[in-house]
């Protein structure tokens, strides 16, 4: 059974940080392309960040220098460090997962991300 479990998410004030935590289960973690998606109320759901099974990191516009994307393939777990937060960063966070190949993705539950101006 495939398990992505997302945790740290939480409110915080304009310019604090979190760092959201997905750990993997049922999954050969490191073939997998990983990434975190957000989606805001009324809004779709927008990729944050990417890694590859590489470590080749992407990520979208508004959150380049605030947030770093990380891998730990000992542990299957994936990881967002989220530097100087704002307003319009609040939204549902979810991990994603699609394997090498292209065969198989998976998304996690979501966690909440709220933060306070």
């Known amino acids: 059974q495939v398990q992505l479990v997302e945790s740290g998410g939480g409110l915080v004030q304009s310019g604090g940080s979190l760092r959201l935590s997905c750990a993997t289960s049922g999954i050969r973690f490191r073939d997998y392309t990983m990434g975190w998606y957000r989606q805001a109320p009324g809004k779709q759901r927008d990729v944050v960040a990417t890694?590859?099974?590489?470590?080749?990191?992407n990520y979208r516009d508004s959150v380049k220098g605030r947030f770093t994307i990380s891998r730990d393939n000992t542990k299957n777990t994936l990881y967002l460090q989220m530097s100087n937060l704002k307003a319009e960063d609040t939204a549902v966070y979810y991990c994603?997962?699609?394997?090498?190949?292209?065969?198989?993705?998976?998304w996690g539950q979501g966690t909440q991300v709220t933060v306070s101006s």
């Open positions: 994603y997962a699609r394997d090498v190949w292209g065969q198989d993705d998976y």
């Open positions: 890694i590859s099974t590489s470590a080749r990191t």
